[in-house]
């Protein structure tokens, strides 16, 4: 093989080009970074108003939970993550239990978000609520012959439930805090009373199982809030309705859910995102951000929009979000063995 | 310094490089998976037990039903369609086909979205076959997976098999005839097994595919082996767990492929030029509208309707939401997959030739490990990635030569998952494009004075036009499609088309997600176009 002398200034042409394959170091002027599984078209806005008032810029990278986290896991102390921002609050207690996040100690925050929809030991906050409660057909089912979550297991429902899929992280919060309320035995008994009760196998998303009750395929399902929401804003004329279930049974309640976030373990730029999330719970934030989804804001003096605040008020159940997250695996297990998909 | 050595290899021949080819490709595909199943970890002996009992039996029987329904679609299409266009001459016939090709444009997760959104229980058409007492079939079922995914999967064994179909040589199949064979015995003995390894290299892409899907099976409703990994991951949050299930689905893919390697029988090379190719028949009257109406209604439901679905979507929301983001989207797709497309290729003809310069099986199975990466599902992979590149970060930092992260979050990281997941794709069309070249080729270059690198430029590269356009413009295709490794190893802002697809079907809002899903169909079809086109001319040449 011939080989011509090589001009230096070819490895250094390759060296450069190598170079812009790969981080840029940073600047004195840095962004707080966010890592979210809340999707862009949600945050974006929001965003751009936390950067208009404070001057802080933001940037954020997108993708699943579970790949966040690994990612967050995997860079360690190198993160450039400053927030992590997600959905569920198992993920966000998984977060904490694998040691992402840090503890922040803000009255400001403790003041704002009541103490059922953040970490007791801080380290995250709920900054919108969700419910997942049941939706119905009225041109099929009264209201007064829907009751609990449990009762949706009595043979009277057969054929004419619909539901979600077990692999979301909804139905898995939801399973979780039944089997705090009632133990693994009840509750694997309850879910299998559902999947008898099934009338066509558990579909991709809330949205399918909503259109499913209003074409009649069945009469109720489990949604959460935001969804039904949504489709009733683009169709208003579908026979769909919002029931609230457990408001009559003691310590119970409407199973609500947060989206929320935290302070990451390493961040480099703590202030500014301990400020940033302390902004998000401001009235003025937490309007823009439970509104653009259809959420309710975290704050309690803060009221959800128009469309929301119409569906009626209900009673939450009391129990703490977090304790779903320590509960997820095994909720996720007896799913499986009770046959639902 | 550098002088001296590359002096030194040089007088040792290219063996050298193509083994140091070979073993730095094979180990960049084995270090990550075996960092993920040995690092991440001790399994939890519930969850090992559960996912045993509860999760894997059903997924082994799906991914297995899965795999073997989508063989056999994929085979039947594609091996049909590519003898029909190829031996035949019918109304249309130029047109099919391209138009066969244009399914790649198009991602399967795609096709599962609008399949549902016709055919599932609330759809339009749903609710007006109820009104008559009908029920459609059911879409979210493993024949609906077997369905949505051949007709996704099929060009890779349709091309594969056209272009070996079209290599051959009429005089054979004369031969056959003279010899007392049917036609159709003729076709049985002789096209068949000779377009077989072409057919073989499609069928294992295809399937590999269809291993690693996720946003498929996910959409509707089939526990896969894939999904089982994800579940593992996700849901019961034992990533070790899960990553001893990666490395043996890649295990089964691998003793597999080698298996498939084994039973392979020996091919040898025959050039069309030097025996002339087979004269078309010309089919008349109802057999040439049926080749016609066959052509038309495979790319009807593999193309016509997911995109007139899309179109239609896209269209009752007014356009609204294309914006500026969704342009530089589009740029960034195009932008990451064009170069993807040319270092892919680039590496995966090196790995190709380095196999020819020395056909040792070591170097042969040290391809067939840098190759794996296809079968893995892209979430798992990018994990494996992020592990040891994140750990190099550690340490640069830890030396004091960096205060950031310099891999972790980079182009750099993206383009090597990308690399190790589609490096099979570039390789498959050039490792079987080198193999149909004769070996005297090479001995008579080499008489003649030319290096290896000489011979690879200005012997093979121009005989490999096909394979190499075959490749880069899958590669192509299949990057600018891919999601899971993409969404998580972006820089910030490198937003793709697939991660705005993602952005609204995460959200449950399928109609939101067909204009960027339109875009990818969009930006793919420019690079199949364009392989049509390449390959047509090369057709002419050899014609």
Redesign the interface.
Known sequence: MSIRPLRPFRPLALLALCAGLLNAPAHAADPVVIYSARSAPLITPLFAAFTRDTGTPVQFITDKEGPLLARLKAEGRNTRADVLMTVDAGNLWQAAQEDLLQAIDSPALRAAIPAHLRDPQQRWFGLSVRARTIAYNPQRVQPSQLSTYEDLADPKWKGRLCLRTSKKVYNQSLVALLIAEHGQAQTQELVRGWVANLATPPFADDTQALQAVAQGVCDVTLVNTYYFGRLMHDQPQLPLALFWPNQSVAGSGVHVNVSGAGVTRYAKHPAQARALIEWLATPKAQSLYADVDLEYPARADVPPTAQVAAWGRFTPNPRNVADAGQLQAQAVMLMDRAGYR | M??LL??RW?TL??GPWAWALGLALATLCAVPLAWLALGAGTVDD??AA?VRS??LPDAVRNTLALLAGVGLGVSALGVSLGWLVTAYEFPLRRLWVWALLLPLALPAYVGAFVW?GLL???SPLA?WARTQGWALP?V??LPGAVGVLTLALYPYVYLNARAAFSRQSGRLVEAARALGHSRTSAWWRVSLPLAAPGIAAGLALALMETLADFGSV????V?TFT?AI??T?????S?PAAARLALGLVGAVGLALAVGHLLRVRHTAVSSKSLGACPRRVLHGPQAWAACAACAGVVALSFGVPMLTLLVWAVNLGWAQFDARLAQAALRTLSLGGASAVAITALALGLAYAQRLVPHPALNALARLATLGYALPG?VL??AV??PL?AL??AL?QTGW???????????AL?LALALRFLAVGHGPLHAGLRAITLHMDEAAQSLGL???QRLWRVHRPLLRAPLWTAAALVLVDVMKEL?IT??L???GW?TLA?HVF??T?????ALAALPALGIAAVGLGPVVWLVHQLESQHAHAD
């Open positions: 550098i002088d590359l002096r040089a021949g290219p519930q969850v559960h509860q999760v549902v599932d229980v609330t609710q059911a979210r079922s996910a959409l509707l409703g526990d999904t994800y579940k991951w996700l849901s019961l949050f990533l979430a990018a994990v992020v592990l994140a970060d550690d930092i960096r205060d950031g992260p310099l891999l972790a979050g980079s182009l750099a383009a290096s290896a690198l899971p969404l998580m972006r820089p910030f937003d991660v952005e609204w995460s959200e449950g809002l399928w």
